[in-house]
C-alpha cells in the first residue's frame, strides 16, 4: 500500500480531461497536488522536464500528458503522434529517475492491442500480433513507455507502474469535429443537427466497429486507486468491461440529445479496429469497480456541454 498523505504528487497534464478529474479526485486526498501548465513547462523539451523535476522533487507523478485524438487524428498526423509522445515519455522517465522520484504512473490506451486480439483482450496480449494501422503511431509509442516504467523497474528498482484505460469521455473532453473521439463528436453532431432541425445526422463508418467507454472520473477514481495498492511490472486495464456498437451509441446520444431524425453514414472515414472490449478482470480481482453507467455519463457530459457551449465557440 501507498500512501499519499503528505505527498507530493505531480499531475502533468493536469489541463485535459483525465489530467482535470485526476485533480478533482486528488483534493479529497490529504496530499499536495503540483500542476504546470505548457506555457511553463514543455513537455517535448528535455532542459524543462529536468529543470522542473529538480526544483520540486515530487514524490510521485501521474503522466496524464500526450498528444491525443480521434481516429481522424491518430491516422493523418503519424510524426506528431509518435514524436511528440515519445519525447514527453522519455523525458519524463529520465528525468524522474535522475532526480529520485520513485513512483511514477504511466497512463497508455486500449489501442496497445493487436488488432485482432481476443476479446475481452488480457493484458498478456500485448505485443501478440498486429496493430490497427490507423492508431500505430500512437500505440508505439505507448506500448514504449509501458517499456519504459518495466525497464526502470528492472534496471533500477524504481516503482514504476502503467494502466491502460479503455475509450474516455467526460467534462474537459475535446468536441472538435475534426480531431475529437467518437463520443463527445456524436453529442455536438446530434444537438446541432436538433437546433438546424435538421433531418439527419451524419456518423463516419459503417457503425459496426464496437467501443467499450468508461467515465473520466471512474478512470481517475481507479488510477488513484492503482496508484495506492499496485506495485508491479505487468500493465494494468482500465475499463468498464461493456462495449456498444457504434451506431447503438449513436442511437442513445439521440435519445439523451432528444434529435429525431435518420442516421446517415460517411463510408469515406474509417472504421478503425472491429472491437477492443478490455478484461478488467485485474483491477475487478482488486476489488475496484466503476459506478457510472453509459447512459448517465452520457447525459451528464451533455449537460456539461449545454453549460460550457458558449465559452467554446
Ligand atoms: N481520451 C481518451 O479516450 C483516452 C483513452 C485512453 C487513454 N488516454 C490517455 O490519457 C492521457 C490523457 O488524455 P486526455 O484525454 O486527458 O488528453 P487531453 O485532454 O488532450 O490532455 C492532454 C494534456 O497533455 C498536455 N500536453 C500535451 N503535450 C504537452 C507538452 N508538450 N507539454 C506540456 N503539456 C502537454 C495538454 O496540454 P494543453 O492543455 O496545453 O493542451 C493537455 O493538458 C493520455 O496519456 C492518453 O493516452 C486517453
Ligand atoms: C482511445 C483512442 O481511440 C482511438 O481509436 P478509436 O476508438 O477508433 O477512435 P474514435 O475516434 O473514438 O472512433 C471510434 C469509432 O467511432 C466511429 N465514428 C463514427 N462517427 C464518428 C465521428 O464523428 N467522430 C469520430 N472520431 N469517430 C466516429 C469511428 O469511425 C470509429 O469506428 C485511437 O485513434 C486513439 O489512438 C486512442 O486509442
Same mark, same amino acid.
Given at each position: 500500500m501507498y500512501s499519499l498523505s503528505q505527498k507530493k504528487i505531480w499531475v502533468?497534464?493536469?489541463?485535459?480531461?483525465?489530467?482535470?478529474?485526476?485533480?478533482?479526485?486528488?483534493?479529497?486526498?490529504?496530499?499536495?497536488?503540483?500542476?504546470?501548465?505548457?506555457?511553463?513547462?514543455?513537455?517535448?523539451?528535455?532542459?524543462?522536464?529536468?529543470?522542473?523535476?529538480?526544483?520540486?522533487?515530487? @514524490?510521485?507523478?501521474?503522466?496524464?500528458?500526450?498528444?491525443?485524438?480521434?481516429?481522424?487524428?491518430?491516422?493523418?498526423?503519424?510524426? @506528431?503522434?509518435?514524436? !511528440?509522445?515519445?519525447?514527453? !515519455?522519455?523525458?519524463?522517465?529520465?528525468?524522474?529517475?535522475?532526480?529520485?522520484?520513485?513512483?511514477?504512473?504511466?497512463?497508455?490506451?486500449?489501442c496497445i492491442y493487436p488488432k485482432f486480439a481476443q476479446q475481452p483482450i488480457q493484458e498478456d496480449s500485448l505485443l501478440s500480433g498486429s496493430l490497427e494501422p490507423t492508431n500505430e503511431w500512437y500505440a508505439i509509442a505507448k506500448i514504449a513507455g509501458i517499456k519504459l516504467a518495466e525497464a526502470y523497474r528492472r534496471q533500477h528498482g524504481r516503482d514504476y507502474i502503467s494502466a491502460m484505460p479503455t475509450n474516455l469521455y467526460g467534462p474537459g473532453d475535446n468536441f472538435d469535429l475534426q480531431s475529437s473521439h467518437v463520443l463527445p463528436a456524436l453529442i455536438r453532431k446530434a444537438h446541432q443537427a436538433k437546433l438546424a432541425r435538421s433531418d439527419e445526422v451524419t456518423i463516419w463508418g459503417t457503425g459496426t466497429p464496437r467501443r467499450e467507454f468508461?467515465?473520466?472520473d471512474d478512470c481517475a477514481d481507479a488510477l488513484i486507486f492503482l496508484l495506492k495498492n499496485y506495485s508491479d511490472v505487468q500493465h494494468v486495464n482500465v475499463g468498464s468491461g461493456e462495449d456498444i456498437e457504434i451506431i447503438e451509441l449513436m442511437r442513445l446520444v439521440c435519445r439523451v440529445t432528444e434529435f429525431h431524425g435518420a442516421i446517415t453514414h460517411d463510408l469515406s472515414k474509417p472504421d478503425g479496429?472491429?472491437?477492443?472490449?478490455?478484461?478488467?478482470?485485474?483491477?475487478?480481482?482488486?476489488?475496484?469497480?466503476?459506478?457510472?453507467?453509459?447512459?448517465?455519463?452520457?447525459?451528464?457530459? +451533455?449537460?456539461? +456541454?449545454?453549460?460550457?457551449?458558449?465559452?467554446?465557440?
Open positions: 502533468a497534464g493536469h489541463r485535459g480531461m483525465v489530467g482535470s478529474a485526476l485533480v478533482r479526485r486528488l483534493q479529497s486526498e490529504d496530499c499536495t497536488i503540483v500542476t504546470a501548465a505548457r506555457e511553463e513547462l514543455d513537455l517535448t523539451r528535455q532542459d524543462q522536464v529536468e529543470a522542473f523535476v529538480r526544483a520540486h522533487k515530487p @514524490d510521485a507523478l501521474i503522466l496524464a500528458a500526450a498528444k491525443v485524438g480521434g481516429i481522424l487524428a491518430n491516422n493523418a498526423l503519424p510524426a @506528431d503522434f509518435l514524436y !511528440e509522445n515519445l519525447i514527453i !515519455e522519455a523525458n519524463i522517465f529520465q528525468a524522474a529517475h535522475r532526480y529520485d522520484v520513485n513512483k511514477i504512473l504511466f497512463l497508455g490506451s486500449s468508461l467515465h473520466v479496429t472491429p472491437r477492443k472490449l478490455m478484461s478488467n478482470a485485474t483491477l475487478a480481482n482488486m476489488g475496484w469497480k466503476p459506478r457510472i453507467s453509459l447512459e448517465e455519463g452520457i447525459r451528464s457530459v +451533455y449537460e456539461w +456541454y449545454l453549460e460550457t457551449e458558449n465559452s467554446r465557440r
